[in-house]
């Protein structure tokens, strides 16, 4: 088997986004409530974030909340909301020691108060870390942000600021949240569903994309060191032939 000794350091994919999913399959599957697939899936969180930092890996997004997930029962998104400032307040020692940034996406309006504080505050703490930068879609969803983009661009032509020569495809990337990031060059989703459920349409165009069966919470270095031994494997053509890149 592959190992992380194999991965070649200087064909490292600069940026991954993952849709974390799984968690209740994962609680189910032990008797438990779906609240308990979501605490042990914390852990998963350390390992890849660490996992990543280690590599050299810059950019690391994760999806933690969609739009569609405020259409789940309250006792859950309560139960999230509150893991997700307990972990927020417990990990920044983690994001310190690893010199990872933290920086959260979405529709942070929506997120409750105490949430919307500790957030602020980690991205505040760690600003000037520099080794990776991690981004938290939080109340994320990728038509949510184009709709946004398209509103913003819609106004200033309005307002006379720009022309309609000027949309263009650097414009409309320039004005998505996601505009500091490159694009990721790998997706990954865990617990077997082939789907993209509204994360980063615009930024995965040519992303390379990896589905594993591994429910989020079993997620560990190892399974994140497999998906870039893939990754470094495929040839990413963007239209072109394969003689062309001989
Ligand atoms: C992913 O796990 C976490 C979130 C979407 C918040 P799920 O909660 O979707 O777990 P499954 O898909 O029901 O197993
Ligand atoms: C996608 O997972 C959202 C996150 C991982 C945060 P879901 O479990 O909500 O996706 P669908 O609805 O099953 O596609
Ligand atoms: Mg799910």
């Given at each position: 088997?592959?190992?992380?000794?194999?991965?070649?350091?200087?064909?490292?994919?600069?940026?991954?986004?993952?849709?974390?999913?799984?968690?209740g399959?994962?609680?189910?599957?032990?008797?438990?409530?779906?609240?308990?697939?979501?605490?042990?899936?914390?852990?998963?969180?350390?390992?890849?974030?660490?996992?990543?930092?280690e590599?050299?890996?810059?950019?690391?997004?994760?999806?933690?909340?969609?739009?569609?997930?405020?259409?789940?029962?309250k006792?859950?998104?309560n139960?999230?909301?509150?893991?997700?400032?307990?972990?927020?307040?417990?990990?920044?020692s983690?994001?310190?020691?690893?010199?990872?940034?933290?920086?959260a996406?979405?529709?942070?309006?929506?997120?409750?108060?105490?949430c919307?504080?500790?957030?602020?505050?980690?991205?505040?703490?760690?600003?000037?870390?520099?080794?990776?930068?991690?981004?938290l879609?939080?109340?994320?969803?990728?038509?949510?942000?184009?709709?946004?983009?398209?509103?913003?661009?819609?106004?200033?032509?309005?307002?006379?600021?720009?022309?309609?020569?000027?949309?263009?495809?650097?414009?409309?990337?320039?004005?998505?949240?996601?505009?500091?990031?490159?694009?990721?060059?790998?997706?990954?989703?865990?617990?077997?569903?082939?789907?993209?459920?509204?994360?980063?349409?615009?930024?995965?165009?040519?992303?390379?994309?990896?589905?594993?069966?591994?429910?989020?919470?079993?997620?560990?270095?190892?399974?994140?060191?497999?998906?870039?031994?893939?990754?470094?494997?495929?040839?990413?053509?963007?239209?072109?032939?394969?003689?062309?890149?001989?």
């Amino acid at each position: 088997m592959k190992t992380k000794e194999d991965i070649n350091l200087g064909h490292l994919p600069q940026h991954i986004a993952i849709i974390m999913d799984g968690n209740g399959r994962w609680a189910k599957e032990k008797g438990k409530f779906r609240i308990f697939g979501h605490k042990n899936g914390v852990k998963a969180v350390r390992e890849v974030s660490e996992g990543c930092a280690e590599l050299g890996v810059k950019y690391l997004t994760l999806y933690a909340f969609s739009t569609e997930n405020w259409n789940r029962p309250k006792v859950e998104i309560n139960a999230l909301m509150a893991l997700l400032v307990k972990t927020i307040k417990k990990e920044t020692s983690t994001l310190m020691k690893n010199g990872i940034r933290l920086e959260a996406i979405g529709d942070k309006k929506t997120l409750p108060e105490d949430c919307r504080n500790e957030l602020k505050e980690a991205i505040e703490l760690t600003k000037e870390n520099t080794k990776m930068t991690l981004i938290l879609a939080l109340s994320y969803s990728a038509k949510w942000d184009i709709v946004n983009a398209t509103r913003d661009i819609v106004k200033r032509a309005i307002d006379g600021k720009i022309a309609l020569k000027d949309v263009n495809e650097n414009l409309i990337n320039n004005t998505l949240t996601t505009h500091k990031y490159p694009h990721p060059e790998l997706m990954i989703r865990t617990s077997g569903e082939y789907r993209i459920s509204n994360f980063l349409l615009w930024e995965i165009a040519y992303s390379e994309l990896y589905f594993t069966n591994v429910l989020w919470p079993d997620y560990r270095k190892e399974d994140l060191h497999e998906a870039i031994l893939d990754y470094q494997k495929r040839e990413r053509r963007f239209g072109k032939t394969s003689e062309q890149f001989i």
